[in-house]
């Protein structure tokens, strides 16, 4: 199985710093990965998909980069909405899998 | 418009077999052109996939959990369906009902929340 390690865990970061999450998987996984946010009480939500392409509705701030094993999501200006955990998943070959999760809280 | 809808006991005693159900509308899912697949929510666990099927070809299941799970289709009716067996209660999550393949954006159910406890 493709092992997807996301860092970092968690993260502290004041409105309108620039945040950098990264997403290395274990072999290649061409650029088949998507970016997820998961606020408490809510269900995920789909952000970026083909590593670089948005979802429908995301704010322009998220942007996603990287292809074959190395992946990031970046967040240009952080705002105090998008606190959450965000995950990544790879869906280039089964058993899909999915980083562990990085917590971005306001500092 | 595509709908996906889980359902099912909100409520599993341990070491029984919990059952959902994925009502789907707007799409077949007898199309061999996208995957529907479960995946579930804790915060103990963060997200997890649980499996995949697609007609026409083999269903996958996630390693950890293959054992116990089944997942199946009823064409005629729409639907897709979750049996996990000997359940505990780190199964206790969040179920959601997924369509998805490469390079579209995922599709997802609004989730089934169930609780495994005596």
């Known amino acids: 199985a493709t092992q997807m390690t996301q860092s970092p865990s968690s993260l502290s970061a004041s409105v309108g710093d620039r945040v950098t999450i990264t997403c290395r998987a274990s072999q290649n996984t061409r650029s088949d990965l998507a970016w997820y946010q998961v606020k408490p009480g809510k269900g995920p939500k789909l952000l970026i998909f083909g590593a670089s392409s948005y979802q429908s509705g995301v704010p322009s701030r998220f942007s996603g980069s990287g292809s074959g094993t190395d992946f990031n999501l970046t967040i240009s200006s952080l705002q105090p909405e998008d606190f959450g955990t965000y995950y990544c998943l790879q869906d280039y070959t089964f058993p899909l899998t999915f980083g562990g999760g990085t917590k971005v809280e306001m500092k | 418009q595509l709908q996906l809808q889980e359902s099912g006991p909100g409520l599993v005693k341990p070491s029984e077999t919990l059952s959902l159900t994925c009502a789907v509308s707007?799409?077949?899912?007898?199309?061999?052109?996208?995957?529907w697949a479960w995946i579930r929510q804790s915060p103990e666990r963060g997200l997890e996939w649980i499996g995949s099927?697609?007609?026409?070809?083999?269903?996958e299941y996630s390693p950890s959990l293959k054992t116990r799970v089944t997942i199946s289709a009823d064409w005629s009716k729409n639907q897709l369906s979750l049996k996990l067996a000997s359940v505990t209660a780190a199964d206790t999550a969040i179920y959601y009902c997924?369509?998805?393949?490469?390079?579209?954006?995922?599709?997802w159910g609004q989730g089934a929340v169930v609780t495994v406890s005596s």
């Open positions: 997924v369509r998805h393949r490469q390079w579209e954006p995922h599709h």
């Open positions: 707007g799409y077949s899912v007898r199309s061999d052109s996208y995957f």
């Open positions: 099927l697609s007609y026409g070809y083999s269903t």
